[in-house]
């Protein structure tokens, strides 16, 4: 079911639906720039470009770029330096939401944590066992 909101380009209303996430108007104006981005990046010597190069040659906003990139529009593959920020460093990345160096990051962390719970575990159970020793009923 529709709802209605507010275009965070334009500030004017329209039915969300969950496809796009600003007005009509304003998507056609995105899909234009898109066009004008595709057709610049698809020249052999423009395949290399930089963010900051394509934004300078088109006019297109760096948040448009990234968002084209992550939803597929734009491929890495083809633009090799294409891609978006990491949500943790800000490096760019093609995949996922961190680039690689954080997720090496993040599971060498994560192998770190469980190792030293495994240790306090062990220590907790040898903690806990109990000896009985031989009592003298005498």
């Known amino acids: 079911m529709?709802?209605?909101?507010?275009?965070?380009?334009?500030?004017s209303f329209f039915n969300y639906t969950g496809v796009r996430e600003v007005c009509h108007k304003c998507a056609q104006s995105e899909e234009e720039l898109y066009q004008i981005v595709y057709r610049f990046l698809r020249k052999r010597e423009n395949r290399a470009a930089?963010?900051?190069?394509?934004v300078e040659a088109t006019g297109a906003d760096q948040d448009l770029l990234y968002k084209w990139v992550r939803k597929g529009r734009l491929q890495p593959a083809m633009f090799p330096n294409l891609g978006?920020?990491?949500?943790?460093?800000g490096h760019l990345t093609t995949t996922g939401?961190?680039?690689?160096?954080?997720?090496?990051a993040l599971k060498s962390d994560l192998?770190?944590?469980?190792?030293?719970?495994?240790?306090?575990?062990g220590i907790a159970a040898r903690?806990?066992?109990?000896?009985h020793g031989e009592r003298d009923n005498s």
């Open 2 to 11: 529709a709802e209605i909101r507010n275009c965070p380009k334009c500030d």
């Open 84 to 89: 978006y920020p990491c949500d943790n460093c």
């Open 127 to 131: 903690d806990k066992a109990t000896y």
């Open 50 to 54: 930089t963010v900051e190069r394509i």
């Open 111 to 121: 192998r770190t944590f469980d190792a030293a719970k495994e240790f306090r575990d």
């Open 97 to 104: 939401k961190l680039c690689s160096k954080c997720q090496d």
